[in-house]
Nanobody, 126 residues
Framework: QLHLVESGGGLVQPGGSLTLSCAASGFKLDYYAIAWFRQAPGKEREGVSC???????HYADSVKGRFTISRDNAKNTVFLQMISVNPEDTATYYCAADNLCTFYSRPQYDPPFGSWGQGTQVTVSS
């Protein structure tokens, strides 16, 4: 089981910015794709963004141009920089490891290496 811990969430005003972190422990994430997901109250979890081991990035249409995913293998961490946030970005954000970014955007995605973590809450409100 690959252990990932999300952090960096909080309360942010509309139009503001926030950077989330996904830290790996017990394994090196260099060879894995890492994806970010979010789940808003009453909604299904959805894939937000993914970065594969070659640093190719992928984004959901709803966040394209506003969110940037990046990885720092030396820190064993993947980041999700969020700018120009809006209330629709309010959700609990999770990260997961996979072999590729092929499947992260599919509904009812199930992480192949372990279960979902605690996530980090992002609330966009004035």
């Amino acid at each position: 089981q690959l252990h990932l811990v999300e952090s960096g969430g909080g309360l942010v005003q509309p139009g503001g910015s926030l950077t989330l972190s996904c830290a790996a422990s017990g394994f090196k994430l260099d060879y894995y794709a890492i994806a970010w997901f979010r789940q808003a109250p009453g909604k299904e979890r959805e894939g937000v963004s993914c970065v594969d081991s070659d640093e190719e990035t992928h984004y959901a249409d709803s966040v394209k141009g506003r969110f940037t995913i990046s990885r720092d293998n030396a820190k064993n961490t993947v980041f999700l920089q969020m700018i120009s946030v809006n209330p629709e970005d309010t959700a609990t954000y999770y990260c997961a490891a996979d072999n590729l970014c092929t499947f992260y955007s599919r509904p009812q995605y199930d992480p192949p290496f372990g279960s979902w973590g605690q996530g980090t809450q992002v609330t966009v409100s004035s």
